[in-house]
């Protein structure tokens, strides 16, 4: 069996919205290194309520990288410092003994902190919502073969489609900006002829919203790309952009 | 009490056209006076909240994630059956049905999967309308493979990453409702209650899990899309969150649990490698299509793998079922890891994991035709497991995937209490003993998108348009009580053990005797241990922080507090079932060569249980819905 590694932790705690946070501090010294990282957490946990202490709260669910509920920044860095990978599958394999480790909930105007590392992401439900999907009623679909799809376009599709949704791209953005989110569903639908039809009133619609939510535009930093755990293109920023440009002038 | 599948007579390929013709319909002006509560947001919940609403219904749609988007369905990997037979191997709904009862080893109702089999071509229509990106072939028409327990090419898949895919269909179906007025929309919420008024289901009461504030909401008819129970095992594939809180409420409110003794066990998942562990990784069987599953022929063999030489290898899927080899369906290669282990041939550090090794894949194919097939895998695993699977076989372990059983429905997906239905994997309803591969997606997405929004109306069509008790009614009172004094009761008891460590308990309780092999004596005594261990529960726990905040630890003391309950059920249904069938092997009746022996004579039915009462010991009824096979002959299943 591998050896135990001490990790000294430093973690954000917050009663809730409208209260000032704080770090706190906890070394633990029973960390393995096939550990996810969020299974140090749990292990944190278990010794921090042993003691009478308050548990640190943080958003999680499948641990395995698929359904974004997780969105640690840690060490400044969203999700954690492996590529493509999202924090609930980075193993303490990637540390070592007597490393220091920050983690914070992603800090934008957009997601208020709910509590500790948690936070509110219904702003990105409220982008989908105003157009993020093809106009289709159940039942009213025609053959699935009877509209060939180019295979490359398809597969291209599919690389924007990955998307998460975990907020990391709008945490490491110095804007705050969720170009990448909102421009990986448009160019996802766009991809496809059956979401070409609604292709300018979506963008316009997306983007629109995403501006009333509260996050910044874009400045080309390509932060995002760098953190997201999909490793999605900011292309589809240039295509959101071009798209909602067109739009306004025709 | 008599229960009635209420499946239509007749010709199984004209049951549901006849049942669709024959069904009351709410007229149009009519459907806005009807609200209608969905809980759970997977493929079942999604896709039904946005068609009902499409229809006209006023939904309300309510979720335990911060997003409709996370629910647990977005997980799974491999992909959506249907019997399109485009690839014009043989393919047929007949086919699709018959594999898909057969799989379950005779114990579902041919009127239901044969709906199921049918409804499959209209939904990857449907998906594909919406812009889900299923892989395609260079011609641009749609790409299929072969799947686990399947002769022919049906599986639909977007890389593996198929559910998140469908899951995203049916969540933006959704939100489009929502910004039409069509869906209020509730996530962060919690069922801990379902309000029965005059006999039929009324509304329910949630937590707000971010203010931790109780709440009351009324409808004509609860759908549950809750999703399935696998978390009582502690360790699973399931996501964290996911539970069976809703159901089992519902179950205590009256609505019958049917065959909670079903678990499927699925065969090829990364091991355990310590007691932190929290969950466990699937690792698509698809993957069984190229990897050979082996373990070395001798015991304490701790050479490295790639040094054991073939003869020397027990390829022991291959040498015991020559005709489908490593393709067996998922119980059977689960039973035969645990055989091979339990032998003391099972290598890794704990002797608890088998080699599934891609060498001679990669020999004959090249190492790029692997990576492109599956490059995301590999590294998904060497990200876990800290080893190269391109050089050296990937070691691999059964593990708790999903559970067949669940609420008992009738035909039209209604529980036995009247305006309760249940879909997708909270009910029972479509996978008898044991479920084939993609064929989740497929039931969630038909009970979803065709069936609940066809059925619900011939219910509420009787219900007169505008009922209203109002939510100071005694009825939403009660449950309101009942559920905040349970939340009072487990933040005051105070103990010494946390929750995690009481959940990981029952679930070694669980696994050990109500997993992949079973017995009397075992069962009997796990009955003993969960009794006991809930006793402590109650009285030792230690649940941290307040009601009125956000407080994860007190969502999961509720959770496990139902999960004790469900295991003791699941423990006694188990062992009222004295056959194996499925993924339920009773060591008892087993052939020499470990192949389960059904008994149809006297165990041919759907085990109903009725909540009586927990009083140290659970009450519970057993009633039975007898299985009538019209169409299918029964037969041992051999895949040899």
Known sequence: ?250 | MKLDSKAPEGPLEEKWRKHKKEMKLVAPNNKRKYEVIVVGTGLAGGAAAASMAELGYNVKSFCIQDSARRAHSIAAQGGINAAKNYPNDGDSIWRLFYDTIKGGDYRSREANVYRLAEVANEIIDQAVAQGVPFAREYSGLLANRSFGGAQVSRTFYARGQTGQQLLLGAYQAMMRQVNEGGIEYHPRHEMLDVVIIDGQARGIITRDLVSGELKRWEADAVVLATGGYGNVFYLSTNAKNSNVTAAWRAHKKGALFANPCYVQVHPTCIPVSGDYQSKLTLMSESLRNDGRVWVPRKKGDDRHPNDIPDQERFYYLEEKYPSFGNLVPRDVASRNAKIVCDEGLGVGPTGLSVYLDFRDVIKRDGKDTVAAKYGNLFDMYENIAGENPYEQPMRIYPAVHYTMGGLWVDYNLMTNIPGLFATGEANFSDHGANRLGASALMQGLSDGYFVLPATIGNYLADVKPGTRYGTDHNAFIEAEKGAQDQIDKLLNINGKRTIVDFHRTLGKIVWDNIGIARNKEDLEKAIKEIQELREEFWTNVYVPGEKNNYNKYLEFAGRVADFFELAELMAKDALEREESCGCHLREEYQSEEGEAIRNDEDFSYVAAWEFKGVNGQLQEELHKENLEFEFVELKQRSYK
């Open chain 1, 1 to 250: 069996m591998s050896k135990d590694m001490t990790i000294h932790l430093k973690y954000w705690k917050q009663a809730g919205p409208d209260v000032p946070g704080h770090f706190e501090e906890y070394t633990l010294d029973t960390v393995n290194e096939h550990m996810s990282f969020l299974e140090m957490l749990d292990v944190l946990n278990e010794e921090l309520q042993l003691q009478g202490k308050e548990p640190v709260e943080f958003d999680y669910d499948c641990r395995e990288g698929i359904c974004g509920s997780c969105n640690l920044v840690i060490n400044g860095q969203a999700h954690g410092p492996k590529a493509e990978v999202a924090c609930c599958q980075l193993h303490m394999r990637n540390y070592k003994d007597g490393d220091k480790i920050t983690i914070e909930p992603p800090r934008a105007a957009a997601f208020p902190i709910i509590k500790d590392l948690v936070v509110d992401r219904s702003a990105f439900d409220r982008i989908i919502e105003v157009g993020g999907y093809v106009s289709v009623k159940t039942g009213s679909a025609q053959e699935a073969n009877a509209l060939p799809v180019e295979k490359e376009k398809s597969d291209e599709a599919f690389e924007y489609a990955a998307c998460i949704g975990c907020g990391a791209c709008v945490a490491a953005c110095p804007n705050a900006s969720a170009s990448l989110f909102t421009g990986a569903k448009l160019a996802h639908l766009n991809k496809f002829p059956q979401g070409e039809v609604e292709r300018s009133n979506r963008a316009v619609a997306m983007v629109d919203q995403m501006k009333e939510e509260g996050f910044g535009d874009c400045s080309n930093f390509a932060e995002c790309e760098a953190v997201c755990p999909k490793g999605i293109s900011i292309s589809a920023i240039a295509e959101m952009r071009r798209d909602y440009m067109k739009a306004l002038v025709s």
